[in-house]
T-cell receptor
């Protein structure tokens, strides 16, 4: 099946710093990528939808200036958490959707962010 | 009210036993319904995907069923193994590209 990778798998940073998370589709071109956040024992919450070459669409309540998304190519999308605070600590998961049968979204392994 | 609800919230069974997880949705028709397995600290992995017209789909020891009349889907796990311990998430694509996630069922298999 299709493979989606994320880097880094976990990151610890100081409050006020920025963190960049990469999401790559390894064996297919992803026209659309999605960024999710998951708090402990909760389901995934969609943060934003990014389409290659255009601005991301953010869900209600998600600050676009805080969570910067760049989808510069068909295989790479990045999420930058700017001026991170402890409440941003969470599990961030991306998924990618390509133009193949089934319209399946393939999820990355996730990135654990801890802001001290 | 969440459009996709799952039950039970958590389940503990003995290794080797079968179990069935439930998913209820409120809106139909839909584009497809998927079941994912999510290990702790990992991203979800697709188990099955069914279109609105399908009744059942199997993937090894996992069998998903769909009843459009009652707006229910179930995931049946046969001969459970310790590695089946995970969260199982029912996800519905209502046709607008965004996925609607269920609340999940936390399954624990004990030896």
């Amino acid at each position: 099946g299709a493979v989606v990778s994320q880097h880094p798998s976990r990151v610890i940073c100081k409050s006020g710093t920025s963190v960049k998370i990469e999401c790559r589709s390894l064996d297919f071109q992803a026209t659309t990528m999605f960024w999710y956040r998951q708090f402990p024992k909760q389901s995934l919450m969609l943060m934003a939808t990014s389409n290659e070459g255009s601005k991301a669409t953010y869900e209600q309540g998600v600050e676009k200036d805080k969570f910067l998304i760049n989808h510069a190519s068909l295989t790479l999308s990045t999420l930058t958490v700017t001026s991170a605070h402890p409440e941003d600590s969470s599990f961030y998961i991306c998924s990618a959707e390509g133009d193949f049968p089934g319209e399946t979204q393939y999820f990355g392994p996730g990135t654990r962010l801890l802001v001290l | 009210k969440n459009q996709v609800e799952q039950s039970p919230q958590s389940l503990i069974i003995l290794e080797g036993k079968n179990c069935t997880l439930q998913c209820n949705y409120t809106v139909s028709p839909f584009s497809n319904l998927r079941w994912y397995k999510q290990d702790t600290g990992r991203g979800p992995v697709s188990l099955t995907i069914m279109t609105f017209s399908e009744n059942t789909k199997s993937n090894g020891r996992y069998t998903a069923t769909l009843d459009a009349d009652t707006k229910q889907s179930s995931l049946h796990i046969t001969a459970s193994q310790l590695s089946d311990s995970a969260s199982y998430i029912c996800v519905v694509n209502f046709g607008n590209e965004k996925l609607t996630f269920g609340t999940g069922t936390r399954l624990t298999i004990i030896p």
